[in-house]
């Protein structure tokens, strides 16, 4: 844990993730990575990495998650709920506009070629992530076999994500307890 001074604050974790929810709409965990890691430098890759790996274990939302872990890591139960507010508040007014709007629109062949391409952008945003995600681990090649072995059982072969979790998740353990020692 860093000394209390290079340690973000309660504002600026709320700032620091309302800032996130309000640039990252749909695809907010390419975008969560940059804040934390390269921009904020809050954690580092390998840290990150493993904080997501955690989040994406536990139910609800990954970046959800995220907020409540990094404010909590940080500055306990304030931090968490500053974190879990900064990045919900801004989407969850904007979102009520939207649907309003939406409501309204939807019928505009115009609205529908506008969320194709957002559909587009938010795939190519993935795909980034998903090669940041692996950068670190191309040092631990048993960690990067898992997560291939996992993407390729719940992307290509279709198989529900918490059978696979469940089955993944004690030999991904069991080889990182192997490696270790």
């Keep these: 844990m860093p000394p209390d001074s290079a340690r973000p604050t309660i504002p600026e974790l709320f700032l620091g993730f309302l800032t996130l929810g309000l640039t ?3 695809g907010a965990l390419p975008l969560a990575r940059r804040e934390i890691v390269e921009r904020r430098k809050w954690l580092d890759a390998e840290a990150f990495t493993d904080l997501l790996g955690l989040c994406q274990f536990l139910p609800g939302g ?21 974190g879990l507010l900064g990045l919900l508040v801004g ?35 993935l795909i980034a992530m998903a090669v940041k995600l692996l950068w670190p681990l191309r040092k631990k090649p048993e960690a990067a076999a898992v997560a291939l072995v996992m993407f390729a059982g719940i992307a290509l072969l279709r198989t529900p994500l918490l059978p696979s979790m469940l089955v993944l998740t004690p030999i991904s353990v069991l080889i990182a307890w192997k490696v270790r020692r």
Excluded: K
């Excluded at 872990?69 to 500053?82: D, E, H, N, S, T």
């Design 24 to 26: 990252a709409f749909g």
């Design 62 to 82: 990954n970046v959800i998650n995220l907020s409540v872990a990094v404010g909590m890591r940080f500055r306990g139960v304030p931090g968490a709920l500053a």
């Design 91 to 125: 989407p969850s007014l904007i979102v009520i506009g939207l649907g309003v709007i939406y409501q309204r629109t939807h019928q505009d062949p115009r609205v529908a070629h506008l969320f194709a391409g957002l559909a587009a952008a938010a795939a190519g945003l």
